[in-house]
């Protein structure tokens, strides 16, 4: 039977299903940071897991690796619980926060949801920030999304890792999905995780581990599938965005979910560069069709059915 990973004191993971990525709360005597929010439907829990957390203390840091929904979709809500919060995301969508711009936001695009929320500093890559009584280094870490950061405490040799890096692989690799190339700010991104050495991995989805090179030789493999093949990677993106959607709503009629589907750019995007001449409507029931046989969802009556 395997045992958790230990973690130094005064830092506590919340290990949150797919459709919210992973929170961080990072407590010491001056101060109480969480690192990610969590999904827009997961709110309430995330609010219930900090309350129980915190014991009455007040959140006073919200820190954000990156600003895709299943990061950012609970910032709105801890802004207003903790009135004093303060909040500091990457500089690069700064701009695109302060006016709130879905689609450079990724949000409208994606066919997710995100309440506008405000932020009060940026968390610029170069920086050192003292949280839980642990240095943590800001490494700008590019690929799955342009802007993501990742923090390194080297003396713990701790790294949040965001989706930069999982145990089984990556997040997927965004700018790939509207034919801006990637792969290589992956691949970069990977050696710098590399040279920082870690000795315990906490991912932005799934449990936190130790197996550093094993999951380095396995991110490093599908990276090079996906380089050599970026049709697969398509399919893989276009899976993640279809069970992303499931995951939220449980279950929804086949005419709705396709309905929903058509609205969204990035299946769009990736139905004309990668639909081998299908019309949408076909590609799109061979994506479900391929998430059906993987055992991730299931067709009920007209219905699909996440699984």
């Known amino acids: 039977m395997s045992t958790r990973p230990a973690l130094p004191p005064g830092v506590t993971v919340f290990e949150r299903g ?17 690192v990610d ?3 827009v439907t997961h709110q309430a829990q995330t609010l219930a897991l900090l309350d129980q957390a915190l014991q009455g203390r007040p959140l006073d840091l919200l820190v ?10 609970g910032n709105q809500a801890l802004q207003t619980h903790y009135p004093d919060l303060q909040t500091w995301i990457p500089p690069g969508l700064a701009s695109a926060v302060h006016g709130w711009h879905e689609d450079a936001l990724s949000y409208k695009p994606s066919g997710q949801n995100c309440p506008p929320f405000q932020f009060t500093d940026v968390l610029q890559p170069g920086s050192t920030h003292r949280w839980a009584d642990l240095d943590w280094q800001v490494h700008a870490a590019p690929g799955h999304d342009p802007h993501s950061v990742i923090l390194f405490a080297p003396e713990q040799r701790l790294l949040m890792s965001a989706d930069a890096l999982w145990q089984n692989g990556f997040g997927v690799v ?15 991104t990977l050696d710098l995780i590399e040279r920082l050495e870690p000795a315990t991995i906490i991912p932005g989805h799934g449990a936190v581990f130790t197996e550093v090179a094993t999951a380095m030789a396995l991110a490093r493999s599908k990276l090079e599938g996906f380089a050599k093949n970026p049709e697969k990677h398509a399919r893989y993106g ?3 965005l279809l069970k992303f959607k499931l995951l939220e709503w449980g279950q929804i009629s086949r005419d709705d979910f396709e309905t929903w589907a058509l609205s969204v750019s990035y299946l769009c995007e990736l139905h004309d560069r990668f639909g081998q001449g299908h019309d949408h409507k076909t590609w799109l029931s061979m994506m479900l069709a391929e998430l059906e046989r993987s055992g991730a969802m299931r067709v009920q009556e007209g219905m699909l059915v996440n699984a």
């Open 18 to 34: 797919w459709l919210s990525a992973n929170n961080i709360l990072l407590c010491d005597q001056n101060s109480a940071t969480l």
């Open 37 to 39: 929010s969590g999904y």
């Open 64 to 73: 954000n690796t990156h600003l895709h929904s299943d990061h950012c979709g």
């Open 174 to 188: 965004f700018p790939e999905l509207v034919g801006v190339d990637a792969f290589d700010e992956v691949a970069q």
């Open 238 to 240: 276009a899976k993640v």
